[in-house]
């Protein structure tokens, strides 16, 4: 009997390229998005997946699918979390809300399946959690606070998990992947554009009243943490994500980073971390050897420069005017 996946945010980039990869591996693989109807799930079926759809946000649906599989194929030997999207905009516009349903799909759902399937695994001895995190998840970025914050969460519950399993045969890895060409920033684009939204809707005051809100004002009182323009620089260089998705130095393609993925999940020994090119690695010693207040004002340096005119053209020129077509619309 081949050995049984469930992989999360199968719908596009990282996480359908790793389904394809485990599926010419000879596994049989439940491959998840919150819409079953999308493309990408439509092409990993064609392959021969198993298709289910699930929302991380709802707390029932990871034991729904979990249940299913273990019904059908008896359990899960390797759990891929993978699904996840950009929160990104600066702290003060993004509503709580839209911060917990980043944590939701990048942590409290990925242990709600964690829970769900260990103690199959405990009972047959063996299984393989690799949990997808982020070249930031242990490194706070000004404008992606609430992502960083979010995988940041993961890896930490991930090392703890580790430890706690240590005398099992139970192997839990964390995989950094970098910067990838993804849709995954045409999400982080729309996030953007609601933490924008949010900046100039009202909000409560410390009585609990809520009077205008004048945007401006507000990121005249972040000139501490990001410049003397305030917000505004961030939101123009967030609004050029979508050039990553044209490729370039340092980007990754998806089959890249689900080739260690694959790694990750099949090798009879495997590595606590994977780092997929130089980003994570050099992120890690940025955030680890660079002290606090020069990481400030470096990050201060650099989204000046980023939001000078030269840059944005830049950007704004490597943007391509759609994903490739290989790339199915999805969550990553």
Not at 45 to 60: K, V, W, Y
Not at 68 to 84: M, T
Not at 170 to 193: H, K, M, N, S
Request: charged residues 25%; proline residues 7%; glycine residues 10%.
């Amino acid at each position: 009997m081949p050995s049984t996946a469930l992989v999360t945010g199968c719908s596009s980039g990282i996480g359908y390229e790793t389904a394809r990869a485990l599926l010419d591996e000879g596994w049989r693989v439940y491959a998840t998005a919150r819409d079953r109807d999308r493309p990408g799930l439509e092409r990993l079926a064609d392959r021969g997946a198993d298709i289910a759809a699930l929302d991380l946000t709802e707390p029932e649906a990871p034991g729904r699918v979990v249940s299913r599989i273990r019904e059908e194929a008896g359990g899960v030997d390797c759990l891929v979390n993978n699904a996840g999207y950009g929160q990104f905009g600066p702290v003060e516009d993004v509503p709580t809300r839209l911060l917990e349903r980043q944590f939701a799909v990048h942590c409290f759902g990925p242990h709600r399946l964690i829970r769900a399937v260990l103690p199959g695994m405990r009972e047959r001895g063996r299984g393989r959690i690799v949990n997808v995190t982020s070249a930031a998840d242990r490194l706070a970025l000004a404008g992606i606070g609430g992502y960083t914050a979010s995988k940041w969460a993961l890896a930490s519950l991930s090392d703890a998990l580790r430890q706690e399993l240590s005398e099992t045969e139970i192997a839990v890895v964390v995989v950094q992947p970098g910067i990838v060409a993804t849709p995954f920033y045409d999400r982080a684009l729309a996030a953007v554009e609601d933490a924008a939204a949010s900046a100039e809707s009202p909000r409560p005051d410390a009585d609990g009243a809520t009077p205008d809100h004048d945007p401006t004002t507000a990121a005249r009182r972040n000139v501490t943490v990001v410049g003397s323009d305030g917000n505004t620089d961030l939101y123009r260089i967030l609004e050029r994500l979508r050039a990553v998705e044209g490729g370039g130095p340092f980007v990754n393609e998806p089959e890249r980073v689900a080739e260690t993925v694959r790694e990750a999940a099949t090798a009879r020994t495997p590595d606590t971390h994977y780092r997929v090119g130089p980003v994570p690695l050099l992120g890690s010693l940025y955030g680890t050897l660079v002290p606090a207040t020069i990481r400030d004002r470096l990050t201060r340096l650099g989204i000046r420069l980023a939001a000078s005119e030269p840059v944005l053209d830049l950007l704004e020129r490597r943007t391509p005017d759609a994903a490739p077509d290989r790339y199915p619309r999805g969550d990553r």
